[in-house]
Nanobody, 121 residues
Framework: QVQLVESGGGLVQPGGSLRLSCAAS????????MGWYRQAPGNQRELVAV???????NYADSVKGRFTISRDNAKNTVYLQMNSLKPEDTAVYYC???????????????WGQGTQVTVSS
């Protein structure tokens, strides 16, 4: 069974920084894209940033220049460094990964449990 476990959320003042981590574990064959999504109350879940296994990266326009996504393939872990945080960044942040489990011909989408990020003074 494959699991994604997130950490690093919390309460931060506007202009502050947080770093989210997400580690994939279990019977993993390969991990393709890994990314972060967020969902604020009353809003749909939206893409924040994604990084492919080859290192290609895409960001939502709203976070470009402030957030940095990276991954450590040896640790099956993806990170999201969030700087210059704004109140509108407040949301539950979800890790996502496209993983092919061992003993499977197919890859599937997996999600973490979510971690709350609150930006408030």
């Amino acid at each position: 069974q494959v699991q994604l476990v997130e950490s690093g959320g919390g309460l931060v003042q506007p202009g502050g920084s947080l770093r989210l981590s997400c580690a994939a574990s279990g019977k993993i064959n390969t991990i393709n894209a890994m990314g972060w999504y967020r969902q604020a109350p009353g809003n749909q879940r939206e893409l924040v940033a994604v990084i492919t296994s080859g290192g290609s990266i895409n960001y939502a326009d709203s976070v470009k220049g402030r957030f940095t996504i990276s991954r450590d393939n040896a640790k099956n872990t993806v990170y999201l460094q969030m700087n210059s945080l704004k109140p509108e960044d407040t949301a539950v942040y979800y890790c996502n990964a496209y993983i092919r489990p061992r003993d499977s011909w197919f890859a599937n989408d997996y999600w973490g449990q979510g971690t709350q990020v609150t930006v408030s003074s």
